[in-house]
C-alpha cells in the first residue's frame, strides 16, 4: 500500500490560493458540519489558521497508518475511505466506512497521544482535506467549531453503538438484515448504495465472504432484497 498525495489549500496562513482552490472544494468547507452556524467571514480565517491540506487517494491508498501519531484530522470530500485493524488470522476487520460528509481522525486528535488505532485506507479514488485540531480553536468562533466538534464525536459514537448491534446478532442473515435496514433508514429511502464491495461487507460483518455471497444470493431468491454490485433494495415481506 502507498500513502496519499498532499496539496496545500492555502499557500500560508491568511492567503487563500483560489487558483489552486476547486470551487467544489471551497463551499464543501465553508458548508460542512464543522462550521455550522459560523460567519462566512470567520470560516475563511479559522481555515487559513488550521492550515488545510487536500489529500487525493487512489483505491487501496493509505492515508493513516494504525499507530500513525497527528494532530490532524480529516473530512472527506468525495469518496469512501475504510478504517480497519489486523486480526491474528492476518487478515483485517473492517471496523467501520467514511463517505462523502464524514470524518476522521478526531478522537485520536483530540487525545493527549494523538495515535491512530486504525489503518484509514481509500476504496475508490477519494478526496479529502485534514486540518490541525488544535489550530482550529482559535478565535471569536471558537465555542461555536468546540460545539460542532462535540456533536460530530456524538453521531460517531452512535454510529458505533448501531456497528455493535449489528455484530451482536447471532445469525449470518439477521447481521445483513439489521445492516441494511439501518442502511437504508439513514438513507431514507428502500433502494441505497452501501458504498463496498461484498469483500468489504464480509469484513464490515466479520462473516466468511463465501457464506455472506451465499446468504445474499439466496436472500435475493427468497424475495427479502435486491442488489447489483453495491446497490441494494430492501423489500416489503409478502
Known amino acids: ?18 487558483s ?13 458540519r464543522l462550521f455550522k452556524g459560523v460567519p462566512e467571514e470567520d470560516v475563511s480565517r479559522i481555515l487559513s489558521a488550521a492550515f488545510p491540506v487536500h489529500h ?15 494532530d490532524r484530522f480529516g473530512l472527506v470530500l468525495r469518496g469512501v475511505l475504510t478504517a ?29 497521544g494523538k495515535q491512530s488505532p486504525v489503518r484509514v485506507a481509500a476504496i475508490e479514488r477519494t ?9 482550529l480553536l482559535v478565535g471569536i468562533s471558537e465555542e461555536m467549531v468546540k460545539d460542532n466538534i462535540i456533536a460530530i464525536l456524538a453521531n460517531d459514537n452512535i454510529r458505533r453503538l448501531y456497528k455493535i448491534d449489528i455484530l451482536s446478532r ?8 439489521t445492516y441494511l435496514q439501518l442502511r437504508a433508514a439513514k438513507e431514507g429511502a428502500a433502494t ?13 460483518l466479520s462473516v466468511n465472504r463465501s457464506a455472506l455471497s451465499k446468504e445474499l444470493n439466496d436472500m435475493r431468491r427468497e424475495g427479502l432484497i435486491d442488489f447489483k454490485r453495491d446497490q441494494f433494495t430492501l423489500k416489503e415481506p409478502h
Open 192 to 204: 441505497f448504495r452501501i458504498g463496498m464491495t461484498q469483500d468489504h461487507l464480509a469484513k464490515y
Open 127 to 135: 478526496d479529502v482535506v485534514t486540518f490541525y485540531l488544535d489550530h
Open 170 to 177: 447471532a445469525g449470518l442473515r439477521e447481521r445483513v438484515l
Open 1 to 18: 500500500m502507498y500513502r496519499c498525495s498532499l496539496s496545500p489549500l492555502f499557500s500560508c496562513a491568511g492567503h487563500t490560493d483560489t
Open 56 to 70: 487525493v487517494c487512489q483505491p487501496g491508498e493509505v492515508l493513516v497508518e494504525a499507530g500513525d501519531v497527528s
Open 84 to 112: 480497519s485493524r489486523p486480526l491474528t488470522t492476518g487478515e483485517d476487520h473492517l471496523i467501520d466506512l467514511y463517505e462523502q460528509g464524514d470524518y476522521f481522525g478526531l478522537e485520536n486528535a483530540a487525545t493527549r
Open 20 to 32: 489552486e482552490m476547486d470551487k467544489y472544494l471551497e463551499e464543501s468547507l465553508k458548508n460542512c
